[in-house]
């Protein structure tokens, strides 16, 4: 659970922070949350200070009308947050979305990271689903489906991020923040501000990093290939490439134990 509150340009951006040992901060992506990241967390929580927080617009945080909920934003914000919780230079783990944002927030905004985990992470251009397409050119007209409708189609749309079945309480726990009145508006603002200038402004950049890099990625993931993780990580100098063969999009939740395992190993060479 989601137990602090930062206040920053009028949203409450909920995240909490537990355990002992260097710090390590989780990123989340889309239409996903901190939820998401939770029990791979709390099983590094015995050797690391973890954080969890949702971005604006998504999970637990501040979802609101006319509210700025761009890749641009959210990587201020994380710069931000680091700041607030005075972190110098933690490890950082990213997932989706999440990846560009910890990428601009370093790249652009001066956050310094021990070491960065990318996770099947939105990075290069192209990206973006057939359906997010779809509402990006239609905004107004999903914003105003039934709700019945609405829930049928964001539980399709999260059941096609994996490479197997989600279990009932995976899926409900990824379906229910969008399920709400603002959590429907919520998830089609997110998807009509997806643009991807926002990984083009810092792509010609990522040779210039200079920290030690993972890339992750779910060899079977449907969203990004796992050709567009081989690219990545041939960007950046040094970066290590691990791929979970028969995985999809939602690693976390199709190979636990594996992403741990990995994380775990990675953290641990970096303490």
Not at 198 to 212: A, H
Not at 214 to 238: H, K, M, N, S, Y
Not at 258 to 263: E, G, N, Q, R, V
Request: proline residues 6%; negative net charge; charged residues 20%.
């Amino acid at each position: 659970m989601l137990t602090e509150i930062f206040t920053w340009r009028g949203n409450e951006v909920r995240w909490s922070r537990r355990g002992s040992g260097p710090a390590v901060v989780f990123c989340h992506g889309t239409p996903w949350s901190s939820a998401l990241w939770e029990p791979i967390a709390d099983a590094l929580s015995a050797e690391f200070t973890v954080h969890l927080w949702d971005m604006p617009g998504y999970g637990t945080s501040t979802m609101a009308d006319g509210q700025d909920v761009s890749l641009g934003t959210q990587g201020e914000l994380l710069a931000a947050l680091l700041a607030e919780w005075d972190l110098e230079a933690p490890h950082v783990v990213a997932h989706d979305y999440g990846g560009v944002v910890a990428l601009r927030a370093h790249l652009l905004h001066g956050a310094r990271y021990r070491s960065l985990a990318l996770v099947d992470a939105v990075a290069l251009a192209p990206w973006g689903t057939e359906f997010l397409r779809l509402v990006r050119d239609n905004v107004d007209v999903f914003t105003r489906i039934p709700a019945a409708i609405h829930e049928g189609l964001v539980r399709q749309y999260v059941r096609g991020a994996g490479a197997r079945p989600l279990a009932p309480a995976e899926e409900e726990m990824l379906v229910r923040p969008w399920l709400s009145d603002a959590g429907q508006a919520a998830l089609y603002r997110q998807m009509a501000q997806a643009d991807e200038r926002f990984t083009d402004e810092v792509e010609p950049r990522y040779p210039e990093i200079d920290l030690p890099v993972t890339v992750v990625w779910g060899g079977a993931d449907p969203w990004l290939p796992v050709e567009q993780g081989r690219r990545l990580a041939a960007l950046i100098p040094g970066a290590q490439l691990h791929v979970v063969e028969g995985v999809g999009h939602l690693i976390q939740l199709e190979a636990p134990a594996t992403l741990t395992a990995i994380l775990q190993r990675w953290l641990l060479a970096g303490r």
